[in-house]
């Protein structure tokens, strides 16, 4: 749990602070929410992510306190209502939904795997190795194509699937500023999550086929390589042309109502009382 804490908690944490903040407004508040970013970031500290796996380090224990308090921020939000709208369709629904259905299909035998289980059905079993034993370049000995525990593929599956989800709140945050770092953030958390997924199940569902040798290289932690560029450009190339548009419409109605109960009267606005309506009335 204190792995999962730090990744993809951590990562996943971070993406709801900007809503947090535009929900709850003050300097009590931004001031929490550094705080909780600047632990929750602490995922990305040398040595808090290791090269080949995911485990518990004592490095996580500041992203774990990070996670706790943006969750409580995000209750506090939720707490406060807001303008509440009906779930309707937004623009890239479509895409977004296809994505995440390839998405969690792959991720079939990580899931599988979380429980220490293997996919018994026919079909499945026959597309995807899960606990069959096979070679792997580069290692000795047999082993098990997709060993039991949880799988960074999955968790950069669900990085994706947050960034997907997020995206969809991108017009409705309120100040421009939150839009766009959100978007920033929820182009790199695609990229990343993708760049994750797709390592590990070219790994473990290709190389360890015998279709081909070459693997590609990990990119959990990061590294000054062409990996992370190709990350990096990808994640630039998704603000460009999804994300970064839906950033630019600020749609109507979305003021939070803890701003709206704080906000200002309007310059020469008049209080109507109960005299007033009645000499209103009473007007022919």
């Known amino acids: 749990m204190l792995g999962f804490a730090g990744f993809p908690a951590g990562l996943i944490a971070l ?38 796996r995911i485990d518990a380090r004592p490095a ?10 943006v969750l409580c921020l995000t209750i506090a939000a939720a707490r406060t209502g807001g303008s509440s709208s009906p779930w309707r369709r937004e623009p890239g629904d479509r895409v977004r939904l296809l994505l995440a259905a390839v998405l969690l299909f792959c991720a079939l035998p990580w899931i599988a795997a979380g429980w220490d289980l293997s996919l ?21 000995g047999v082993h098990q194509a997709v060993h039991a525990g949880f799988h960074h593929g999955w968790a950069g599956v669900m990085l994706a699937l947050t960034a997907l989800l997020l995206s969809r709140a991108l017009p409705y945050l309120g100040r421009p500023r939150l839009r766009h770092a ?3 953030y929820l182009s790199f958390l695609l990229a ?17 086929r015998g279709l081909m040798t070459y ?6 932690a990061p590294a000054p390589n062409w990996a992370w560029a190709l990350i990096l450009l990808a994640a630039a190339a998704i603000y460009a042309l999804a994300f970064g548009p839906l950033a630019q419409v600020a749609l109507p109605g979305c003021r939070p109502s803890s701003e709206a109960a704080t906000a200002p009267p309007v310059v020469g606005a008049r209080r109507e009382t109960r005299g007033n ?8």
């Not at 508040?29 to 550094?34: C, E, F, I, Q």
């Not at 693997?215 to 959990?220: A, E, G, K």
């Open 182 to 184: 959100l978007a920033l």
């Open 120 to 140: 018994p059905l026919p079909g499945l079993r026959s597309l995807f190795l899960t606990d069959q034993l096979r070679l792997q370049p580069g290692v000795p």
């Open 277 to 284: 309506r009645l000499l209103r009335q009473r007007q022919p």
């Open 60 to 69: 996580n224990v500041f992203a774990a306190a990070g996670v706790g308090l």
């Open 15 to 52: 993406a709801f602070l900007p809503l947090v903040v535009d929900r709850l407004r003050g300097a009590l508040v931004r001031n929490w929410a550094l705080i909780a970013a600047s632990l929750a970031a602490t995922v990305f500290v040398p040595g808090a992510l290791g090269d080949e």
């Open 215 to 220: 693997q590609l290289p990990m990119v959990l």
């Open 192 to 208: 990343y999550g993708l760049a994750n997924a797709v390592q590990d199940f070219q790994l473990e569902q290709i190389v360890k």
